[in-house]
Each structure stands twice: as C-alpha cells, then as structure tokens.
C-alpha cells in the first residue's frame, strides 16, 4: 500500500506530465492559429491586429478570388448601362428632331417634353 508521500510524489508526477501535455497542446493551437484563402491557399495568422484588414484586402485583390468575377461583371454592367442612356438619348433626341410625332405611341405629352428637356441639361 502507498503511503502519503508516495501518493502526493506520484500524484505530483502524474500532475506535472498532464500539464506538460497541456502546454504542448496550447503550443500547438496557437501554431495552428492561421486562416487561410480557400481560393489560392496564401495564410494569414489569426491575431486581434491586423488579421481582418489583411485578409480583407486579399479577397478584393485574389485573382482567384470569385469576387473578381463580380468586379469583372459590374464594370461591364455599368459599361453596358452608359451605353444603353447614350442610346436611348440619342433616340428621344432624334425623335423630338425630325417633329414626327403623329403616332399615337409617340404623341406628345408633358412627360415627353419634360424628359426632353431632362436630357438638354
């Protein structure tokens, strides 16, 4: 049978391995703290710094990135959109030009002339 000093040595022992384990484990959880891009594998370590601006500023600028599809699409929307306003300015201009105003779809209204005078300024 163990006697009291045996039991705390060995209790001492067991207690002292456990928390060498323990600082391992934490050692290891902190290496791993990292986050990553899912897109181009590039890391970022996880801290209360500057980790959100960092990864932040990668997701805008990864070009593997899906978010550089939805640039690439809004540019040609909004391309797409000047062009389709110049077009249809240039339609309205023409139309109030040529003072062919005689079908029923195009008769002249308030709004008609309103938005012509819109597209003058």
């Known amino acids: 049978m163990e006697n009291d000093f045996e039991h705390y040595y060995n209790a001492t022992i067991r ?3 456990e928390n060498a384990e323990l600082k391992a484990r934490i050692a290891d959880i902190k290496e791993d703290r990292i986050t990553y ?13 500057g980790t959100p601006d960092a990864v932040s ?17 809004i540019a040609d929307l909004k391309r797409d959109r000047i062009e389709a306003v110049k077009a249809e300015r240039e339609r ?29 300024g």
């Not at 891009?37 to 710094?49: L, V």
């Not at 109030?96 to 819109?118: H, I, P, R, V």
């Open 37 to 49: 891009c899912a897109y181009c594998g590039e890391e970022f370590p996880i801290d209360a710094g």
């Open 92 to 120: 309205i201009k023409k139309f109030f030009e040529t003072g062919k105003y005689g079908s029923a779809y195009w008769k002249m209204t308030s709004w008609w002339e309103e938005a012509w005078q819109a597209l003058q």
């Open 15 to 17: 207690l002292k391995k």
């Open 57 to 73: 500023s990668h997701i805008h600028n990864c070009p593997k990135h899906p978010i550089q599809d939805y640039k690439t699409e």
